[in-house]
């Protein structure tokens, strides 16, 4: 059973910088799109980026396009999201989780970005 482990969030002012890392167990996540989601109080979890089981092909959401960055290392079974230029509003928890919901697992406990004023 696949499970990640988010880390790497942190308290930032805004106009800095963030390397987000997620850890997956299992032997499946080599052949999965894989995703990362924010969650900001009040708010309905959004995904903010997707990158391809390969790597070869990534999306963002308008919100974080050209500040944000998604990659994977699938010799670690590693996601990264390199956040650049961030604002207050990138403030919430994030995780990472399969991009198709119907393989979704179990959200783990996400890693807080805190964007300072």
């Known amino acids: 059973q696949v499970q990640f482990v988010e880390s790497g969030g942190g308290l930032v002012q805004a106009g800095g910088s963030l390397r987000l890392s997620c850890l997956a167990s299992?032997?499946?996540?080599?052949?999965?799109?894989m995703g990362w989601y924010r969650q900001a109080p009040g708010k309905q979890r959004e995904l903010v980026a997707g990158?391809?089981?390969?790597?070869?092909?990534?999306n963002y959401a308008d919100s974080v396009k050209g500040r944000f960055a998604i990659s994977r290392d699938n010799a670690k079974n590693t996601v990264y999201l390199q956040m650049n230029s961030l604002k207050p509003d990138d403030t919430a928890v994030y995780f990472c989780?399969?991009?198709?919901?119907?393989?979704?697992?179990?959200w783990g406990q996400g890693t807080q970005v805190t964007v300072s004023s």
């Open positions: 990158i391809g089981s390969s790597g070869g092909s990534t």
């Open positions: 989780n399969f991009l198709l919901s119907s393989i979704w697992r179990s």
């Open positions: 299992g032997s499946t996540f080599s052949i999965h799109g």
